[in-house]
């Protein structure tokens, strides 16, 4: 139990294009998805809280204009990167918190590498 | 905010031997602690957690213990084996907050056969 796919695992995309990048809870729901951001050999780096129904949460220093977020359903959450640039470039990963009772633990994605030529 | 420090960055560990992870965190509110286990290029897998009201908890060869006056808690993990070899990172938080996790800057456990 408690998988969570993403989609797509890989994606090329020229610069000043937007990419749409899926987050899903495939047998849970999550009224709770985090979306990261992880650099080679390096720590997860939160990006936002989403929450389902609801805007979402940027961390500080989190472009919300360029990482439009949106959590339709308690198992769908989206990052779409806008006019994206080379600095882009990146490992995302998304998590989800089973919405059952006191449950804490985030369960992640495989995550979603972004190249933007 | 949370902030969360992690040591060593790298270890290397004899086969058979244990490793020991150690990690302190900045905000006394926080009381979620979890370990995750991540290998090259894939996701990040919870291996372990804890919460404030315990000091210790274990599953087989995993154990972690938390110091709640002092702010830190720790990785243990004995019998080492060839596929423990990843990145560990330990991450933090306060689940009536908004729970989001602070994580650890990782480290890079190698385990020599």
């Known amino acids: 139990g408690a998988v969570v796919s993403q989609h797509p695992s890989r994606v090329i995309c020229k610069s000043g294009t937007s990419v749409k990048i899926e987050c899903r809870s495939l047998d849970f729901q999550a009224t709770t998805m985090f979306w990261y951001r992880q650099f080679p050999k390096q720590s997860l780096m939160l990006m936002a809280t989403s929450n389902e129904g609801s805007k979402a949460t940027y961390e500080q220093g989190v472009e919300k204009d360029k990482f439009l977020i949106n959590h339709a359903s308690l198992t769908l959450s989206t990052l779409t990167v806008t006019s994206a640039h080379p600095e882009d470039s990146s490992f995302y990963i998304c998590?989800?918190?089973?919405?059952?009772?006191?449950?804490?633990?985030?369960?992640f994605g495989p995550g979603t590498r972004l190249t933007v030529t | 905010g949370e902030n969360v420090e992690q040591h060593p960055s790298t270890l290397s560990v004899q086969e058979g031997d244990s490793a020991v992870i150690k990690c302190t965190y900045s905000d006394s509110a926080s009381n979620y602690f979890p370990w995750y286990k991540q290998e090259l290029g894939k996701r990040p897998q919870l291996i372990i957690d804890i919460r404030s009201n315990v000091g210790e908890k274990k599953d087989q060869r995993i154990a972690v213990t938390l110091n709640k006056t002092a702010k830190h808690f720790s990785l243990h993990i004995t019998e080492t084996q060839p596929e423990d070899s990843a990145v560990y990172f330990c991450a933090a938080s306060y689940s009536l907050g908004n729970e989001k996790l602070t994580f650890g800057t990782g480290t890079r456990l190698t385990i020599i056969p």
């Open positions: 998590s989800a918190r089973p919405a059952i009772g006191a449950r804490l633990e985030q369960y």
